[in-house]
């Protein structure tokens, strides 16, 4: 099926620790995007993608990197894990940078940092 | 920048009942696009309705319909005829047209259906 594809689902890591989310999506969509859902804040934007090869920071950037390896493909690494970055990570993607056009979201991360 | 905002944590309603859930939001733009997002426990992020701003008729999705007043930048949510399934967080959400699709949520509302 179409969509945005997440993985890992689940991760734990310790303090300290370094991993890279995966993110994939197959409608040749050009912008995707990268949340956080922490409770009783909504989703928050980390870093945003408008079209390949271009990448810029949102709301939360701080401690995460990204990479846009191609159309398809947008990793959130996470150089040095703190706690403070345990939280639920959606990917999510547009056909272009306008508000009018759908998003679709992948089935999100869950990360514990401990 | 552009904020919005939920103001009720939970809300719970009777199954077959009617349900509104409040948004607000503030923002300087005049093209801009609200949605409400539903996310089961599955944690998968469902689009329930979109309204655009320039539309002046409220969107209507089968038993979903907003109530959007402009003016007021209010953007509230009613859910009829209440099932089971409608169990759920609901995000209300804005993407601005001079955001370049980035979208900002509010806090989240949690729905409780009984039966």
């Known amino acids: 099926n179409a969509g945005v594809t997440q993985t890992p689902k689940f991760q734990v890591l310790k303090t300290g620790q370094s991993m890279t989310l995966q993110c994939a999506q197959d409608m040749n969509h050009n912008s995707m995007y990268w949340y956080r859902q922490d409770p009783g804040m909504g989703l928050r934007l980390i870093y945003y993608?408008?079209?390949?090869?271009?990448?810029d920071k949102g709301e939360v950037p701080n401690g995460y990197n990204v990479s846009r390896l191609n159309k398809r493909e947008f990793s959130l690494r996470l150089e040095s894990a703190a706690p403070s970055q345990t939280s639920v990570y959606f990917c999510?993607?547009?056909?272009?940078?306008?508000?009018?056009?759908?998003?679709?979201f992948g089935s999100g991360t869950r990360l514990t940092v401990v | 920048a552009q904020t919005v905002t939920q103001s009720q944590p939970e809300m719970s309603v009777q199954e077959a009942e009617t349900v509104t859930l409040s948004c607000t939001y503030d923002t300087s733009e005049s093209d801009y696009y609200l949605f409400w997002y539903k996310q089961p426990p599955s944690r998968q992020m469902i689009l329930v309705i979109r309204?655009?701003?320039?539309?002046?008729q409220n969107a209507t999705e089968n038993r979903f319909s907003v109530n959007f007043q402009k003016a007021a930048k209010s953007f509230s949510l009613k859910i009829s005829d209440s099932q089971l399934g409608d169990a759920a967080m609901y995000f209300c959400a804005y993407a601005g047209g001079t955001s370049y699709g980035k979208l900002t949520f509010g806090q989240g509302t949690i729905l409780t259906v009984h039966p």
């Open positions: 309204q655009e701003a320039y539309k002046q």
């Open positions: 993608s408008a079209s390949e090869g271009t990448t």
């Open positions: 999510a993607s547009q056909i272009n940078r306008q508000g009018k056009s759908g998003y679709t």
